[in-house]
């Protein structure tokens, strides 16, 4: 079966400071990758996907970049964290077949201060 | 520019009753639907879905009913149980692409 691995869980960084969250996903090949981030009362934004490796889209414009180096693997980076980056950022992965849901990680609880 | 809403931030409901959760959306592009349920500090879990040529898809006490005219779908969930409680999202997609509301926590109580 398929599993998709996000840590750290909690990440406690100062302004100023680099970032990277890592997520790997098990049990499947050539997988949709996935950023969200939920903020309170907007529900979760769409930061970044990626169809495969190299390619990566960005939905937003933020502080915040991705890179998809290996099939199953996509980072989530920074390089100076902004206290506007604090949120909870989670990972998802879906079949690379249309219209397929979207499976998400347990989530990173990132707070910039 | 919210595409997908629910409007409704919060439901109450009684064990054993029906919960009924609502979301509109307003692009007509979106080709499918779906629902999932997050606990706190974790990440959502896949519900159920629904294709745009449907109009209700069932599976054990959750179905999902969608009317394309007002662009518009639900969740119930009959009977309540205790452990629905959560907070709920829809969300609509195109292609690779979700789009998610702002979720509504349901709250059941026993």
């Known amino acids: 079966s398929q599993t998709i691995h996000q840590w750290p869980a909690t990440l406690v960084q100062p302004v100023g400071s680099p970032l990277s969250l890592e997520c790997t996903v098990e049990g499947t090949s050539n997988p949709n990758l996935y950023w969200y981030r939920q903020a309170a009362g907007r529900g979760l934004q769409l930061l970044f996907y990626s169809v495969g490796i190299g390619q990566i889209s960005s939905e937003v414009p933020q502080n915040l970049s991705a890179s998809r180096p290996q099939d199953r693997q996509f980072i989530l980076s920074s390089k100076k964290l902004l206290l506007s980056d604090s949120g909870f950022y989670l990972c998802?992965?879906?079949?690379?077949?249309?219209?397929?849901?979207?499976?998400f990680g347990n989530g990173t609880r990132l707070t910039v201060t | 520019d919210q595409q997908v809403k629910q409007n409704s931030p919060s439901l109450s409901v009684q064990e054993g009753r029906i919960s009924i959760l609502n979301c509109d959306y307003t692009?007509?592009?979106?080709?499918?639907f779906l629902w999932y349920k997050k606990y706190p500090a974790e990440g959502p879990t896949f519900l159920i879905s629904i294709s745009s040529i449907k109009d209700k898809n069932e599976d054990g006490r959750f179905t999902v009913f969608l009317n394309k005219s007002a662009k518009h779908l639900s969740l119930h969930i009959v009977p309540s149980q205790p452990g629905d409680s959560a907070v709920y999202f829809c969300?609509?997609?195109?292609?690779?692409?979700?789009?998610f509301g702002a979720g509504t926590i349901l709250r059941v109580k026993s």
């Open positions: 998802a992965w879906s079949a690379w077949t249309g219209n397929s849901p979207l499976h």
């Open positions: 692009n007509s592009m979106f080709d499918y």
């Open positions: 969300a609509a997609g195109i292609g690779n692409k979700l789009v």
